[in-house]
């Protein structure tokens, strides 16, 4: 038994890069494989930041969180998506249930987890703190200077990662990984912990800047270019700053590594709401004079039956009689228009007809449980390896040209795991869920898993 458990979460780090292609570059990671169990970590659906790392910390599916992406719907009107913070969760994490047995913890970065919440121990909120300046985003609030005297101004996250200057997004890059270290090392070194969990966004922005670079089977990527070797180099700085942390990790700690999702190629777009326009199931009161976000003002709505959000993945939504304020779908019809879209949007091709795999799920099929306001249709294009665009006026279904700038990659459902630890038989395991992360520690750290988690653990 461990007595304590020290988490390294990369966001979107994928199995296939850093255990199948790279491994041997990558020294720290390699000999906690040689130690650890190691695999394929599969995400939940959809395999979005927001909810995966709340779902892997709770062991509870994004229905039961009534968190279906990084923006949901609050109710069934018409004025667009609210952003899931940390209030949207409202079942205990691991971190939670630690503190509740007096145990210390650090959690430094995990997404979800801003606004900060009260734990034994310190907090550093995610990616989705407005700014680091304005922001409360530590418990305790003292924190924030320490922060500041340590490391002068923090990074969060990169700004605009979604941009042609890939030179200053590298710098970017360096610096904010850097400081987050720095901030990891400091935290260990100076506060009592049972848990660490902490994690970096670098590897999830550096995969959708930088891919097209890397991957050969991209529609972009040009052999011998001079970012090739852009996201390696980034691990193997990463892999160095790794192991710094593990001189805080003695015999008696689990040392895991995570991702909430991999990644994967981005093929194209499709743009959901033109292609619902073609087929006649949305209606525009005019013409956009130029591509334009779809605002609930341009839609002709009592002439509509369907309506689409942009995105990683695509969640579709229906127009229904008593439910929506201008619903047009008779109750009776639903099952009907939703299988008709499923069945049409499951079967459209690339911009030449060819088939790309497009998965549309109905959330009762994912989920038992459905909190909040599920969408209709989640729709994966190409299965992920298109995006969803939620722009009208474009003139196309499929386009080349991001509506948010640049993006190379989109996210893949195998993300990663390894667990090392006493009692941990090495080698490569069996694919995990990502249910199975919460009771995995929970069990390391000698505490009862509560029967609410969907997960089982590994050890
Ligand atoms: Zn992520």
């Known amino acids: 038994m461990a007595s304590k458990a020290l988490v390294i979460g990369l966001d979107c780090a994928p199995p296939q890069l850093v255990f199948d292609r790279w491994l041997d570059e990558l020294p720290t990671i390699r000999s906690l494989t040689e130690r650890g169990s190691f695999g394929v970590l599969r995400s939940c659906d959809p395999p979005i930041t927001v909810p995966a790392w709340s779902v892997m910390t709770s062991s509870r599916s994004p229905g039961a969180l009534g968190i279906y992406g990084f923006r949901n ?145 991209h529609r972009l990527y040009e052999p011998g270019n001079s970012y090739e070797s852009a996201i390696l180099d980034y691990y193997r700085r990463l892999d160095e700053r790794i192991g710094r942390l593990l001189r805080f990790a003695d015999d008696e700690t689990a040392v895991l590594i995570v ?12 743009c959901v709401n033109e292609w619902l326009r073609q087929e006649g199931y949305l209606v525009l009161k005019e013409e956009p004079a130029s591509p334009s976000r779809l605002t609930p003002d341009l839609v002709d709505w009592p002439r509509t039956k369907a309506w689409g959000e942009g995105g ?33 949007l499951q079967a459209l091709g690339d911009e030449q007809g060819r088939p790309i795999g497009t998965v549309a799920h109905r959330p009762e099929e994912l989920y038992p449980e459905r909190n909040g306001v599920a969408p209709d249709l989640m729709v994966y294009f190409g299965d ?55 009771p995995t520690l929970l069990t390391l750290l000698g505490e009862p898993v509560p029967a609410e988690m969907e997960g089982t653990s590994l050890v």
């Open 259 to 270: 991702s909430d999702h991999g990644a994967k190629r981005i093929d194209g777009g499709v």
């Open 73 to 217: 719907r609050r109710d069934h009107s018409y004025d667009g998506l609210s952003f899931a913070t940390s209030r949207s969760v409202r079942v205990p994490r691991v971190w939670d249930l630690l503190s509740a047995r007096d145990r210390p913890v650090i959690v430094l970065g995990v997404p979800g987890t801003y606004p900060v919440t009260p734990v034994n121990g310190v907090m550093v909120a995610c990616f989705l703190t407005p700014d680091v300046e304005t922001s409360q985003y530590t418990h305790p609030p003292e924190l924030k200077d320490e922060i500041a005297q340590l490391v002068g101004r923090y990074l969060i996250d990169v700004p605009d990662f979604r941009t042609e200057e890939k030179d200053r997004l590298l710098a970017d890059l360096e610096e904010m990984t850097e400081k987050r270290f720095r901030l990891a090392e400091h935290l260990l070194e100076t506060r009592p912990w049972d848990l660490f969990f902490m994690v970096e966004m670098g590897t999830d922005r550096i995969n959708h800047a930088f891919w097209r670079f890397t991957d050969p089977e």
């Open 384 to 438: 992920l390896l298109w995006r969803s665009v939620g722009q009208v006026g474009t003139g196309a279904v499929h386009v080349f040209e991001n509506d948010t700038g640049p993006d190379d990659a989109n996210h893949a459902h195998e993300g990663l795991y390894l667990v090392a630890g006493d009692g941990v038989a090495p080698g490569r395991g069996s694919e995990r869920d990502i249910r199975d992360i919460a």
């Open 312 to 344: 990683y993945y695509c969640r579709l939504f229906l127009n229904v009689v008593g439910r929506e304020p201008q619903g047009v779908i008779p109750q009776a019809d639903y099952e009907r228009v939703r299988d008709e879209l499923k069945g049409k």
